[in-house]
C-alpha cells in the first residue's frame, strides 16, 4: 500500500495542524459517545467503547496527518474532555481512575504515530509500533500507579483491556491504514 517514498503530512501548517487536532479531539469525544449511547440502548453499557476503541482511530489518524505535536496534544486532551463532559450528567466515562492513563496511553498514540508519519516505514507497519508503544506505556504507567502509589486496581486490567479492545485493534488494522493510503492517493491526484 505504502510507496517506498518517504510520506509527507498532509497537514503542513500550524492552522491545519491545529484545525487537524480540534477534530481529532472532536471525533475522540464523538465517536465513543455514539456507541456508549447504543450500549446503554441495547443494555451492552460500555462494552462496545472498550471493544471497539474508538478514540484512538481518531488519535492514530490526527498523529499521521497532522504530526507528532498534534497527535501527542490531541491524545492528552481527548480523554480529559471525554471524563469533563460526561462527569456533568453523573456518568463519566473514562472513569477517573482511568483517566490518567488514558490520557498517557493515547499522548503516546498520536506521538507515535506522529513520528512515523514521515518515515518510510509503512503505515500498517507504523500503527503497530505505535499501538504497542501506547500500550506499553500505559501498561508501565499502571505498574507504576498499582505498587507505588496503590492505584485502586489490579494488574490484570492491562490484559483485560487488551483482550477486550482486540475486535478494535483489527478495525484499526483494516482502516487506519487504509484511510491514509486513500487520502495520501487522493492528494496526489
Same mark, same amino acid.
Given at each position: 500500500?505504502?510507496?517506498?517514498?518517504?510520506?509527507?503530512?498532509?497537514?503542513?501548517?500550524?492552522?491545519?495542524?491545529?484545525?487537524?487536532?480540534?477534530?481529532?479531539?472532536?471525533?475522540?469525544?464523538?465517536?465513543?459517545?455514539?456507541?456508549?449511547?447504543?450500549?446503554?440502548?441495547?443494555?451492552?453499557?460500555?462494552?462496545?467503547?472498550?471493544?471497539?476503541?474508538?478514540?484512538?482511530?481518531?488519535?492514530?489518524?490526527?498523529?499521521? $496527518?497532522?504530526?507528532?505535536? /498534534? +497527535?501527542? =496534544?490531541?491524545?492528552?486532551?481527548?480523554?480529559? &474532555?471525554?471524563?469533563? *463532559?460526561?462527569? #456533568?450528567?453523573?456518568?463519566?466515562?473514562?472513569?477517573?481512575?482511568?483517566?490518567?492513563?488514558?490520557?498517557?496511553?493515547?499522548?503516546?498514540?498520536?506521538?507515535?504515530?506522529?513520528?512515523?508519519?514521515?518515515?518510510?516505514?509503512?503505515?500498517?507497519?507504523?500503527? $503497530?509500533?505505535?499501538?504497542? /508503544? +501506547?500500550? =506499553?506505556?500505559?501498561?508501565?504507567?499502571?505498574? &507504576?500507579?498499582?505498587? *507505588?502509589?496503590? #492505584?485502586?486496581?489490579?494488574?490484570?486490567?492491562?490484559?483485560?483491556?487488551?483482550?477486550?479492545?482486540?475486535?478494535?485493534?483489527?478495525?484499526?488494522?483494516?482502516?487506519?491504514?487504509?484511510?491514509?493510503?486513500?487520502?495520501?492517493?487522493?492528494?496526489?491526484?
Amino acid at each position: 500500500m505504502q510507496s517506498t517514498q518517504t510520506k509527507k503530512l498532509v497537514c503542513t501548517t500550524w492552522k491545519s495542524k491545529t484545525v487537524a487536532a480540534v477534530l481529532a479531539v472532536i471525533a475522540a469525544v464523538a465517536l465513543p459517545q455514539a456507541l456508549h449511547y447504543l450500549g446503554a440502548v441495547t443494555n451492552l453499557g460500555t462494552a462496545l467503547g472498550e471493544t471497539f476503541l474508538p478514540m484512538h482511530i481518531a488519535i492514530f489518524l490526527v498523529g499521521f $496527518f497532522a504530526g507528532a505535536w /498534534a +497527535g501527542l =496534544a490531541a491524545g492528552l486532551v481527548s480523554p480529559a &474532555i471525554s471524563f469533563a *463532559l460526561t462527569l #456533568a450528567i453523573g456518568r463519566p466515562m473514562p472513569t477517573a481512575q482511568l483517566l490518567p492513563f488514558m490520557m498517557i496511553e493515547l499522548a503516546v498514540y498520536g506521538l507515535t504515530a506522529g513520528l512515523l508519519a514521515r518515515t518510510k516505514v509503512p503505515t500498517i507497519a507504523s500503527l $503497530f509500533i505505535a499501538q504497542i /508503544a +501506547g500500550r =506499553a506505556v500505559r501498561a508501565l504507567a499502571l505498574v &507504576i500507579g498499582i505498587y *507505588l502509589f496503590s #492505584a485502586p486496581m489490579s494488574i490484570s486490567i492491562i490484559w483485560t483491556s487488551i483482550l477486550a479492545g482486540l475486535p478494535g485493534l483489527i478495525l484499526q488494522w483494516v482502516f487506519v491504514p487504509l484511510f491514509v493510503f486513500y487520502v495520501e492517493k487522493k492528494r496526489r491526484a
